[in-house]
């Protein structure tokens, strides 16, 4: 996990140095909480990784001798099909339409949202198909 | 009961598990968490916003082939170059990349199953076909379109100096299409981190999904503040705020500063997966390795990390930005588009390259990168963007960049089109569209370079014909003719190769990265089989045995030890010892 | 490459090197591809900005150029069969042209830093002032005297513009003089949305932003009539926002500006 972790602390350590340069030459705040935003989201995630590199154990995606045969078994939960993201995406494009026309898509666009997170959750525990 | 997804052992004799029932038909389809199919997806309605996009590119070269026009009314005009704009920009180029070929590719380039959250990945494609209907719903509406161009500057896009509902419209769809970008950001990222087959390490993907994993990173980092800012306008638009506005104590060059932050990083995000396509696809045609992988890694990473830094090249002309930290950030750009330029070169150099329509279209974009890459640097020094700015100059520099990476898409259509559909499209068919849009782009964008330096301002419905513009524009228009022949021609072959089809097999292209290995198209949860993972190039590997790039192997002497590239060596300059053989576990055959 | 191969290279470089001594010696103008020399003297530093950059630009494209050409022509497959030799890195060669752009951009950045600190600088004592307004769609010039009044007022009229763009310099446009060879400092302001000041013979646009004032220098060099066009799209009549920039003799603008100060008295 060390690469994927030195990926993000090199935007965290970049956007450090480049938005302490730019703040201290433009005294611009927009532009300094933008960067100072982006050297947070390289530094923190990247971080973390960097300390959990560490500390876990080695993964056969990390090791460049290992066997397909290491890596074999359940690789994960990969939900075959499922209508929520569908009806949540509809219920997403009514609540915009509310936005802009006001009025009675609004209740449409919750209703199908609200049950689409519903049914989301449902799913997850009773696991999907597969 | 829950079936969860197996990455198979090598020698596993059965087919794929034989799932439950499951829905069929249109149902199946509107439930599909399949990457491959949401891949599908994005792809065909990207492209059909293309066309979109296109049509009205050929009303604006319509209008501006002849001086006092009046073909459209200057408010159709300005609709036509918002919308043109903004479909081309977050609803094809964006969409098709990190939406369409990313998604369907980049799992199979890794050896996973599937994208790491596949509910997610299918919510980001809604999202973008509602988001996208909604922009396009503007045009039903009484005040018609948003016309404010895709950058919708304030205060020119507040509730006062552009109101009505095809704005607003055009606001809230872009709100959808970005939380869509951001979830495929997160898939992205946390699939390549996580999903990796056995012995892929992160320094053996292929540089297509290298280049993923860092448009990833940059849409995390620009989409948020992008929403945000809409946010912002719709709160002046509609809930009186005075953001943007100089009267309630706003500051109106705020907009401009928020959204290239976004604007920048985001055409970068346009440009990485074609960057990735390509140097994929030259190496494959070149029957070589790429040259400087690490190079190549670095420099995407260093694009992506300046392009961040540059947003106010964009402002250079309001007189409140930092010109000289802009303008040397900008610059240094250069320096790591120029390492990726000479590794695409060394890539082609003392190979064996075989034109082919993927080639093809990859030496296009080459060609044409250049010419953008160049007149970019132009732009990036603010004296000479004092006197180019908002004029064709820059609307010559950024088409000639975009077409370079629409060529790059074509070239991705043509190399992996066998790997989705297990059809080959056609050759012939292909070559003709390669050489329509070739001469097309150059032909159409070219003269526009002149105009710009002749004064002819951008985003203007119609001009004088004393203004001497006339003859450079009428060149333009008819290259803008030969670009729809492109597009029609490469219809044609799609609609042909669908109905009459050549079969492709699994790699018809002697590739080398992990998606070949399996059927075309590949099969529920993506693979049967997959061959060991001791290089950049495992399918490679596995078909030429007598070819491959080793690492971990002692080198006989000196020679060609490539130590920047990790220890990778050249099989006849090594000599293998006992201990370090070629099977490193008996699974590996 | 045997040794045919490297006199013949040779004798490229001798051509190569001998054509670009006598282009820069026998002094022929290089072609400008419709760029302006500039008006004043802020415009012609641009100018000559843009031309070393061009030159560079496209001296660093052919060579780009005729890589991609060599490598198409050179190393197409001619035997369906051979698989070449499978090398990947060459570390002295990735690090030259890794450097070699550098310096390039270095450079390059030292020169337009001078060049834009040339034409941003102000004048403590210019000898005239006059303030812009952009609104939609026209332009407003007032001359200010040096207590900051207005002595003279040169402005689109109020009316709806012509529905099409006409000659910038015909007189339905207004028209603003100014003094050849003294330094006229603009204050630029927008009364509404973002306009851009442009003037392409001066090489030079200015955002006229709400509620923000923007300062620039003319230096003009030269008289004549020259035009101008708003570069920042701000609505409907965009593109029909013109105006023109007539550069004369001081004495000729001094006679002018008396005209139109007794004129403004008169109204």
């Known amino acids: 996990?060390?690469?994927?972790?030195?990926?993000?602390?090199?935007?965290?350590?970049?956007?450090?140095?480049?938005?302490?340069?730019?703040?201290?030459?433009?005294?611009?705040?927009?532009?300094?909480?933008?960067?100072?935003?982006?050297?947070?989201?390289?530094?923190?995630?990247?971080?973390?990784?960097?300390?959990?590199?560490?500390?876990?154990?080695?993964?056969?995606?990390?090791?460049?001798?290992?066997?397909?045969?290491?890596?074999?078994?359940?690789?994960?939960?990969?939900?075959?099909?499922?209508?929520?993201?569908?009806?949540l995406g509809l219920g997403a494009t009514f609540v915009g339409l509310a936005l802009v026309f006001g009025a009675w898509t609004l209740a449409v666009g919750l209703f199908l949202a609200v049950a689409a997170l519903v049914g989301v959750v449902y799913e997850s525990r009773r696991g999907g198909l597969v | 009961m829950t079936l969860l997804a197996e990455r198979p052992a090598v020698f596993d004799e059965g087919p794929a598990h034989e799932h439950e029932a499951g829905p069929s038909g249109f149902l199946k389809w509107v439930t599909s968490t399949d990457h491959k199919v949401i891949g599908k997806n994005y792809t065909v309605t990207a492209l059909i916003f293309f066309l979109m996009a296109g049509a009205m590119a050929l009303l604006i070269r319509a209008q501006l082939a002849n001086p006092d026009s009046t073909l459209l009314s200057q408010h159709t005009y300005n609709e036509m170059f918002t919308m043109h704009g903004s479909l081309m920009i977050y609803l094809f180029v964006?969409?098709?990349?990190?939406?369409?070929?990313?998604?369907?590719?980049?799992?199979?380039?890794?050896?996973?199953?599937?994208?790491?959250?596949?509910?997610?990945?299918?919510?980001?494609?809604?999202?973008?076909l509602g988001g996208g209907s909604l922009m396009m719903m503007g045009f039903l509406t009484t005040g018609s379109a948003a016309d404010f161009g895709w950058v919708a500057y304030a205060p020119l896009s507040n509730s006062i100096n552009t109101p009505g509902a095809g704005p607003d419209l055009w606001i809230v769809a872009l709100i959808l299409t970005g939380f869509s970008a951001i979830f495929t950001g997160v898939n992205l990222v946390t699939t390549i981190y996580y999903?990796?087959?056995?012995?892929?390490?992160?320094?053996?993907?292929p540089i297509f999904t290298w280049n993923m994993l860092v448009t990833g990173i940059l849409i995390l980092i620009a989409f948020p503040v992008f929403t945000s800012a809409l946010v912002l306008l719709w709160c002046d638009r509609h809930l009186g705020a005075h953001i943007f506005e100089v009267s309630g104590g706003g500051v109106p060059v705020l907009w401009q500063d928020l959204f290239w932050f976004f604007g920048h990083p985001e055409v970068y995000i346009l440009a990485l997966p074609f960057f990735g396509i390509v140097t994929d696809v030259i190496a494959v045609f070149s029957r070589k390795p790429i040259f400087g992988y690490r190079g190549m890694v670095f420099a995407t990473i260093s694009i992506a990390a300046l392009s961040t830094s540059v947003w106010a090249h964009h402002m250079f002309t309001t007189g409140v930005v930092l010109l000289p930290f802009f303008s040397l950030m900008s610059y240094l750009i250069a320096v790591p588009t120029g390492i990726k330029?000479?590794?695409?070169?060394?890539?082609?150099?003392?190979?064996?390259?075989?034109?082919?329509?993927?080639?093809?279209?990859?030496?296009?974009?080459?060609?044409?990168?250049?010419?953008?890459?160049?007149?970019?640097?132009?732009?990036?020094?603010?004296p000479v963007d004092f006197a180019t700015h908002d004029t064709y100059f820059v609307v010559a520099h950024f088409h000639s960049v975009v077409m370079a990476l629409v060529m790059g898409a074509f070239a991705g259509f043509f190399y992996w089109y066998p790997k989705m559909t297990g059809r080959m499209l056609r050759e012939g068919l292909g070559k003709v569209s390669f050489w329509l849009m070739f001469i097309g782009t150059n032909v159409t964008f070219d003269p526009q370079y002149l105009l710009g330096l002749k004064g002819m301002p951008r985003r203007i419905a119609e001009y004088a014909a004393s203004d001497g513009f006339t003859t450079l524009n009428r060149i333009s228009s008819a290259g803008a003719v030969l670009l729809f022949l492109a597009v029609l021609v490469f219809l044609v072959n799609a609609f042909v190769s669908w109905w009459k089809p050549i079969p492709a097999g699994d790699n018809p292209w002697d590739a080398s990265s992990l998606e070949w290995a399996t059927s075309s198209p590949p099969p529920h949860h993506n693979f049967l089989w997959i061959p060991p993972v001791r290089s950049q190039r495992p399918v490679w590997d596995y078909n030429h045995p007598e070819d491959r790039i080793l690492e971990h192997a002692k080198p006989r002497r000196g020679g060609l030890v490539g130590a920047a590239g990790g220890g990778t060596v050249l099989l006849q300059d090594v000599r293998l010892d006992g201990a370090d053989t070629l099977d490193s576990g008996d699974a590996d055959r | 490459m045997g040794i045919p191969g490297v006199a013949k290279l040779r004798r490229i470089a001798r051509f190569l090197l001998l054509s670009t001594l006598a282009l820069g010696l026998g002094g022929c103008t290089l072609p400008t591809f419709g760029a302006f020399r500039g008006a004043t003297s802020q415009g012609q530093a641009e100018f000559k900005l843009w031309s070393w950059m061009t030159i560079a630009g496209l001296v660093v494209a052919v060579i780009v150029w005729g890589l991609i050409l060599w490598a198409v022509i050179a190393y197409r497959r001619r035997d369906p069969n051979r698989i070449p030799r499978q090398f990947h890195d060459n570390l002295p060669v990735e690090i030259i042209y890794t450097a070699i752009p550098l310096i390039i951009v270095g450079v390059i950045f030292f020169y337009t830093v001078k060049t834009e600190n040339k034409i941003d600088a102000l004048a403590p004592h210019p000898a005239v002032t006059i303030k812009v307004t952009g609104f939609q769609w026209g332009w407003s010039f007032s001359y200010l005297n040096s207590a900051g009044k207005q002595v003279a007022l040169v402005e689109t009229a109020q009316t709806r513009p012509p529905v099409l763009a006409g000659n910038p310099t015909s007189p339905e446009y207004p028209q603003f003089v100014m003094p050849l060879g003294e330094t006229t400092q603009v204050e630029l302001v927008s009364a509404d949305v973002v306009h851009g000041f442009y003037i392409p013979a001066f090489n030079f646009s200015r955002y006229a932003l709400p509620g923000v004032t923007n300062d620039f220098d003319f230096t003009p060099v030269r008289t004549g009539v020259f035009a101008g066009h708003c570069a920042q799209y701000c609505g409907l009549y965009h593109a029909e926002m013109l105006f023109s920039v007539r550069v004369v003799e001081p004495g000729a603008f001094a006679t002018w500006l008396n005209t139109q100060s007794a004129a403004a008295v008169a109204a």
């Open chain 1, 1 to 87: 996990m060390k690469v994927e972790s030195y990926v993000l602390l090199f935007v965290g350590i970049f956007f450090g140095l480049v938005g302490l340069a730019y703040w201290l030459m433009s005294h611009e705040d927009a532009g300094a909480i933008m960067l100072l935003g982006t050297f947070l989201l390289g530094s923190v995630p990247g971080g973390y990784y960097l300390w959990w590199s560490r500390r876990m154990s080695p993964r056969p995606s990390d090791n460049p001798k290992a066997s397909i045969e290491d890596g074999a078994g359940v690789v994960g939960a990969f939900p075959g099909s499922s209508i929520w993201p569908f009806v």
């Open chain 2, 94 to 128: 964006g969409p098709v990349s990190f939406g369409g070929l990313a998604n369907y590719i980049v799992p199979l380039q890794i050896g996973a199953p599937d994208m790491a959250f596949p509910r997610l990945n299918a919510l980001s494609y809604w999202l973008y």
């Open chain 2, 195 to 205: 999903l990796r087959a056995p012995g892929m390490t992160m320094f053996r993907m």
């Open chain 2, 341 to 382: 330029f000479f590794n695409w070169i060394g890539t082609m150099w003392r190979g064996s390259v075989k034109f082919d329509t993927p080639m093809l279209f990859c030496v296009g974009f080459l060609a044409t990168f250049l010419i953008g890459g160049v007149s970019g640097i132009l732009l990036a020094s603010p």
